[in-house]
């Protein structure tokens, strides 16, 4: 695998990926939701899963990976909303977020989207083993050139991540360790994981002992050089597993992307669309 390549892959996904991260932040996504009944953690889990139809808990919590069971099997009140009705909510709040932020306004548009279209469609040629990609790459594209550009890194953002389920179940790693791996590399703060991921003090403290005891952890639930290691692979490895999609470009035009990206995802972040309400 050209490790250069691989690199500049990560480096589009990256600049590209607020502009799907967003839905999970805006109040535009909270206010569509509520109108349909859904607060607290349902939104978030109803939105996401519904290119899966009405799954059951179970499927959720599979293809999720790494939130409290607990958490989801709470959080699916199908009995109330349609996939169709969450779907719909999902897009408008999409469309209107990025519209909020001028992102429709930059004027590489056209040429973001049919480098992150060609990178999406290439993935759309590789589904086996990403359920929840899969899911989303079912859904039509829609119409307006903005959410097209939103549908398209969202089916990265899934290919991705499947394939990153895939590599913590090669090394044995459950998604709650992931979670204590992730903190303890002080990328994201331990308070958000465990809030967000609703992962009680107890079990999150006997991942951490599991942990220690495999050397990928401190005394002080730092990370190990071991721990430092396994983390790379795991993120390198994920990269490789994405290639099927931005290898399709090329390194010319998958480092044209990097670049043309990069004021997108800057639009975004400026605009507060990635702030917690």
């Not at 349909?36 to 919590?61: H, K, Q």
């Not at 049919?114 to 899969?134: I, K, M, N, V």
């Not at 992931?178 to 703060?189: F, K, M, P, R």
């Not at 003090?201 to 495999?214: G, K, S, V």
Request: proline share 8%.
């Amino acid at each position: 695998m050209d490790q250069q390549l691989t690199r500049t892959a990560r480096q589009a996904w990256r600049r590209l990926e607020p502009v799907h991260g967003m839905i999970y932040f805006v109040p535009e996504a909270t206010t569509r939701y509520a109108a349909l009944g859904l607060t607290g953690m349902s939104g978030y889990f109803t939105s996401r899963s519904a290119p899966l139809g009405p799954a059951p808990a179970d499927l959720v919590i599979a293809t999720f990976y790494n939130f409290n069971p607990d958490l989801v099997r709470r959080s699916l009140p199908w009995d109330q909303v349609t996939p169709a009705q969450v779907l719909q909510a999902r897009h408008e709040a999409a469309a209107e977020a990025l519209r909020r932020a001028a992102v429709h306004e930059l004027p590489d548009l056209v040429p973001v989207l049919a480098l992150a279209r060609r990178a999406a469609e290439a993935a759309c040629d590789h589904p086996q083993g990403r359920p929840l990609f899969a899911a989303h790459a079912a859904l039509p594209w829609p119409d307006d050139p903005l959410l097209q550009l939103w549908h398209a890194q969202t089916l990265l953002r899934e290919f991705r991540g499947d394939g990153h389920v895939a590599t913590l179940l090669a090394e044995g790693i459950t998604g709650l360790e992931a979670l204590v791996l992730h903190a303890a590399s002080g990328e994201v703060a331990k308070p958000f994981l465990t809030m967000s991921r609703a992962w009680p003090p107890d079990q999150w403290a006997h991942a951490e002992t599991t942990l220690r005891t495999r050397g990928l952890l401190t005394a002080d639930n730092d990370l190990t050089p071991e721990g430092k290691s396994l983390r790379h692979h795991l993120e390198t490895r994920t990269d490789t597993l994405a290639m099927p999609a931005y290898g399709a470009l090329g390194e010319p035009d998958c480092e044209r992307l990097a670049d043309l990206a990069r004021p997108f995802g800057r639009r975004v972040v400026d605009a507060g669309l990635l702030k917690l309400t």
